[in-house]
């Protein structure tokens, strides 16, 4: 690794799927929801006043139309 001696020329894009139990979506579920000593958001570092709905800064963007009901499948 060259360390970006001249600087970072471009950025490669990933993408995660989480998925949240029974259309139960909410911080609560959320695999990235840290709860040491404050409920924070590992994504934004939000911290959550109430975790049993979706923080303001949530950066994820929710399909309602897909379902995954064959946890047999699952990738966890």
Do not use: H, W
Not at 21 to 34: A, F, Q, R, T, V
Not at 42 to 69: A, H, M
């Amino acid at each position: 690794m060259n360390g970006f001696r001249s600087g970072v020329k471009y950025y490669t894009k990933a993408t995660l799927e989480v998925f949240f139990p029974e259309n139960k979506i909410c911080c609560d579920y959320c695999p990235l929801l840290e709860t040491y000593a404050r409920k924070q958001c590992r994504r934004t570092g939000e911290y959550l006043v109430d975790s049993r709905t979706i923080g303001y800064d949530c950066p994820l963007r929710f399909d309602d139309t897909e379902r995954n009901e064959d946890l047999s499948e699952s990738r966890f």
